[in-house]
C-alpha cells in the first residue's frame, strides 16, 4: 500500500468512527419517523408503488422509502434494531461497501450520506454497481464550500459540494441529473444551531426531549412542498439539494 493510500485509508477509518460515535448515539434516543411525514414522500411513494426492488442506504431513523418491500442498509446498530422492529428488511453495511449483489435495485434513496463519505468516488461506484439499468436515485448534497460552518464539522462532513462538481462525478458513474429540489430541514440561524450542539453535547438527554417532542415535529409541520425543476437549476444561495437521477442504460 502506498503512502497516499494508507493516509486515505485512516482518514476514512477516523471519518468512519466519528461517524459512527455520533450517529449511534443519535438514533439511541431517537424516535423513528415514517417516511410518509416527509415532503419526499409524494414523489417516492408513487415510485415505489411501481418499483419493487427498492435500496435506501443509510436512512437512520427517518427512511424516506416505504418500511415495508425495501431494503434499508445502516451502519448504525441502534437504527437497523428499530426498523427490523417496524417489519423492515435490513442489512448492516456502508455505502462504500454495500453487502448487496450488482443490478438488484431500481430505485435507491442515499440522502444526507455521500457528504459523511470521504472517498466519495468509491460510493458513488457502489450505488451505480447495484443499480439496474435506467434505475433512479434519489440523492442529496449540500453546496457550495464557502457556506462551510462548524454545524458541517459536528454532524461529521468531509465536503460541500459546488455544483458541477456533484454533476461531473454523477456522471462519472453513469448517473444523469433529471431533476433537482431544494431541500433540508436544518434551521438557518447559527445561534440556533450553536445552542443545540452545545445541548447535544453537554445535556443530551434534554436535547433529545426538546429534539424528538418539539423540533422534529416542528421541522416536519413547516416542510414546504419540494418544487422539481429541470437538471440542477439555479443554486445561488441553495445550502441542500435534492437530485433525481437515472442511470444510463
Known sequence: MSIAEATASRRNDAMTRANRGFYE?????ARLVGPERFNTWP?????AADTPRRLEVAP???PRLPLHGSLFVDLSQNALRCLRQQGADVLHGMIDALPCRDASFDLICALDILEHVSDDNAALAELARVARPGATLLLSVPLHPQAWTAF??????????????????LARHGFHIEHSAIYGMQA??????????WYL?????????????VFMPLGLHFQKPLLWRPGLGDTRGVDELLLRCTLAR
Open 25 to 29: 448515539a443519535l438514533w439511541a434516543d
Open 43 to 47: 414523489l417516492l411513494g408513487t415510485l
Open 60 to 62: 437512520g431513523l427517518r
Open 152 to 169: 458541517d464539522d459536528f454532524v461529521g462532513h468531509c465536503r460541500r459540494y459546488e455544483p458541477t462538481q456533484i454533476a461531473t462525478r
Open 188 to 197: 438557518k440561524s447559527s445561534r440556533v444551531l450553536a445552542l443545540g450542539q
Open 201 to 213: 453535547t453537554h445535556r443530551r438527554e434534554r436535547a433529545m426531549w426538546w429534539y424528538n417532542r
